[in-house]
């Protein structure tokens, strides 16, 4: 699955979840999958915890945090790293 098909999974509706991106026909929050992967849980954890999700819906939740990440303007957040 492409880049952009990955994306196709991802909305954002302001009638639902206070308009935050969600996987495409769920009210599962992408911010709820990152933060999933973040205390470690493999995408397969995943899936199991959420039976809607799919492997792609949890890869879709990635490239968009990718496409969030290579935008030109910086969010600042916690204490700056020393130089």
Do not use: W
Not at 50 to 65: E, F, G, I, S
């Amino acid at each position: 699955m492409t880049r952009d098909e990955l994306l196709q999974r991802i909305a954002a509706q302001p009638a639902i979840c206070h308009g935050k991106p969600c996987i495409r026909g769920t009210r599962i929050m992408v911010s709820v999958v990152l933060d999933n992967l973040a205390e470690g849980l493999a995408p397969e954890e995943i899936v199991r915890e959420y039976p809607p999700l799919t492997r792609d819906d949890v890869l879709a939740a990635v490239a968009y945090a990718a496409e969030l990440a290579s935008e030109e303007e910086i969010v600042p957040f916690g204490k700056p790293l020393p130089a």
